[in-house]
């Protein structure tokens, strides 16, 4: 007795498995490209291709449906994972794009607006590979008319669809009254998480273009935080007395120096030192920029090890001088978390760097006052 349809299928799925691991690879790359090509920040892009095994408990459940490899639509598939929903609307319109859609195999359902809908999936396509894109023009089962399956979700979405198909439950009738209400609940909450993410990430962006004009009319308004400090990283008078200690260094100015954590670091160096507002920081640097630019020059050629293999003075090291003038004059601030909040622990020996520091303070500072 020969094999069955099904065992044909799964054997010719066999061995057909190096082709359709090809198929995901080249479909998650055009759809990384996609997505980069046009500017969007994803979570993360993944593929999977379907075992074996589920095939054929596939084909043993939907006996007779399928009479080839081609008629399977999620033998390869590519998840798309968004931070935010409304990015999951703008993945989809670029699938649609640049893809050939099977409509009577995809869901939307972003689109489907039954208030007690169940689940909060997200988009769901099948897709052909496109014409003229080398990766699939050389693989063969496109030639005999694979198709691959494209998951849409914002993480939320992602979060919702992973824990409801742990409990098992695949559809609405799957699962109980009394439990359903409570899926419907949840899926309003999760609805209005997205909305508040999305509320949120429009209120960053705002605050973040509106900057430069809040602080110009009212500094004394606008809080030290990691998107103000950005800014003033590139504003006056920081970057000139920035470009002022380099000057007096002999050494470049590195305002292109790759540290995204540089903000976050100075502004809680800031705030541990007493230095709230952004009024309260431009009015302190200007009156005291003699003897920032003093200390600074005098105190980095002695913690050389602290900056000298990034070959230049760092975008803020006037705000950090500044930070370290108020340190030493206070002495309820602790030296350690000065240091620690500077990510410098590792250059050298904690009590003889504050020693240092304490030193060049008081030799240039109260003694040149006491002159």
Known sequence: MGPTMSEALVQAYRDA??????????????????????????????????RPASLADKLRRKAGRYHSLADVTDLVAVRVITYFERDVNVVARLVEEHHTVDWDHSIDKSRMHDP????????????????????????GVVQSGARFEVQIRSILQHAWAEIEHDLGYKNREAVPREVRRRFYRLAGLLEMADEEFMALHRLSHDYAATLPERIADDPDGVYIDVQSMTHLLGASPVRDLDLAVAAALRVPLLEDWPDPERPQRLASLLHYVGVRSVGQLLKELRRHE??????????????????TPAGGARPGTSVVHHALLRACANAALDPQEVVSLLDLSGSRNVGEM??????????????HAAD
């Open 354 to 367: 504050v020693q240092t520091v304490r030193e060049v303070y008081e030799r240039e500072i109260l003694n």
């Open 290 to 307: 003699a003897e920032v630019l003093r200390f600074a020059a005098a105190l980095m050629p002695r913690l050389r090890e602290a900056w």
């Open 116 to 139: 007690d809908r169940f689940g909060y999936m997200g988009v769901h396509y099948v897709v052909s590979p496109p014409l003229g894109v080398p990766e699939f023009g050389a693989l």
């Open 17 to 50: 498995l190096p082709e359709y691991e090809r198929l995901r690879d080249a479909a998650v790359a055009h759809t990384t490209r996609l997505l980069t090509g046009a500017g969007l920040n994803i979570h993360h892009v993944t593929g999977r291709v379907k």
